[in-house]
């Protein structure tokens, strides 16, 4: 049995992977490195591999993401006949949440406006500013990381609201839970509205200038999953006339966003080049090597694995 590692491990976490599969093959490379032929060669991969590489294997069994999202592997054709694929869920709430929270504070305490002050070194006062506190915070999205990111307004005094694709027992950290049809009936009450959807069919370009009109024009806008939720164009007219006070963006369409796109310069964008997860906050990849530990460890006993994705949806069954 050959496992191909794209993550870059240490020392001691390559050691206890060894030590599930003592009689394995252990292959380490990297995204960059790693060629079709190493992937077509390989009975288990860890690490986001370029969904090409791996089309067609006939010795792959199991493929373990390094990411939340599955763009790319679900397309029909890619991930081969009973070959399971699980992603990271549970790795990038802490990371990504928190990075949410940094954003909103600058937009709602006005720190993008000091800091550009700050750069040509005037003295000014950039007027009222708003509270989390006593704020209405609508997460659409209610995985791993919204619901992190819900759990932590709420500690700040924020009215959490929460939208999941189907509904469930509420946790504890959510005032109120819908599902999506209930969207545009819950944008109005929101101070705070944050986005943390995987890019599906069901969710390209779910937010246009028509959700923007029914926000409030006090409301900030937060995008941590995919840049596609959001029509840019749309985001920038709203941003420019008022319609919502500002928005919090680590994702954009298209991405890497264009130097000349007006975006940049909109009144009250602050925007992160999709940094929010990654490996920038070492325990992301910490939890990453656990969910790879523990799956192998499953996978080698005939357990079932967890978070297996329904390839239908691209989500976590």
């Known amino acids: 049995m050959k496992i191909l590692v794209l993550i870059p491990v240490k020392e001691d976490e390559k050691e206890k992977l060894m030590s599930v599969m003592p009689d394995a093959e252990v292959v380490l490379s990297t995204i960059e490195e790693v060629s079709r032929e190493h992937a077509q060669s390989a009975d288990i991969i860890i690490g986001n591999v370029p969904p090409d590489h791996i089309r067609g294997?006939?010795?792959?069994?199991?493929?373990?993401?390094?990411?939340?999202?599955?763009?790319?592997?679900?397309?029909?054709?890619?991930?081969p006949e009973g070959v399971y694929l699980t992603n990271a869920t549970g790795a990038y709430g802490l990371a990504i949440s928190e990075h949410m929270l940094g954003m909103l504070f600058e937009i709602?305490?006005?720190?993008?406006?000091?800091?550009?002050?700050?750069?040509?070194?005037?003295?000014?006062?950039?007027?009222?500013?708003?509270?989390?506190?006593?704020?209405?915070?609508?997460v659409v999205g209610l995985g791993d990381i919204g619901g992190d990111f819900a759990r932590k307004m709420k500690a700040l005094g924020s009215w959490t609201i929460g939208i999941k694709r189907r509904g469930g027992e509420k946790p504890e950290y959510i005032d109120e839970l819908y599902t999506l049809d209930s969207l545009d009936e819950l944008l109005p009450r929101a101070d705070v509205v944050a986005l943390s959807l995987p890019g599906t069919k069901e969710t390209y370009?779910?937010?246009?200038?028509?959700?923007?009109?029914?926000?409030?024009?006090?409301?900030?806008?937060?995008?941590?999953?995919?840049?596609?939720?959001?029509?840019?164009?749309?985001?920038?007219?709203?941003?420019?006339?008022?319609?919502?006070?500002?928005?919090?963006?680590?994702?954009?369409?298209?991405?890497?966003?264009?130097?000349?796109?007006?975006?940049?310069?909109?009144?009250?964008?602050?925007?992160?080049?999709?940094?929010?997860?990654?490996?920038?906050?070492?325990?992301?990849?910490?939890?990453?090597?656990?969910?790879?530990?523990?799956?192998?460890?499953?996978?080698?006993?005939?357990?079932?694995?967890?978070?297996?994705?329904d390839f239908k949806t691209g989500y976590r069954a």
């Not at 720190?111 to 550009?116: E, G, V």
Request: hydrophobic share 40%.
């Open 108 to 138: 709602k305490k006005k720190l993008n406006l000091y800091c550009l002050n700050q750069m040509q070194h005037l003295w000014k006062d950039e007027g009222d500013v708003t509270p989390i506190e006593g704020s209405t915070t609508l």
């Open 57 to 79: 294997s006939r010795k792959l069994k199991w493929l373990q993401l390094n990411s939340a999202g599955t763009d790319g592997y679900c397309e029909e054709g890619v991930m």
């Open 205 to 309: 370009r779910l937010f246009g200038i028509e959700k923007f009109r029914l926000m409030k024009k006090g409301a900030v806008l937060l995008n941590v999953g995919r840049g596609t939720a959001v029509c840019t164009e749309d985001l920038c007219d709203a941003l420019e006339q008022g319609l919502i006070a500002g928005a919090g963006l680590d994702v954009t369409d298209p991405e890497p966003l264009p130097a000349d796109h007006r975006l940049w310069d909109a009144p009250g964008a602050v925007i992160t080049p999709h940094v929010s997860g990654f490996f920038h906050l070492p325990e992301t990849l910490r939890r990453i090597v656990r969910i790879s530990i523990d799956n192998l460890e499953r996978f080698k006993n005939d357990e079932p694995l967890k978070n297996i994705v």
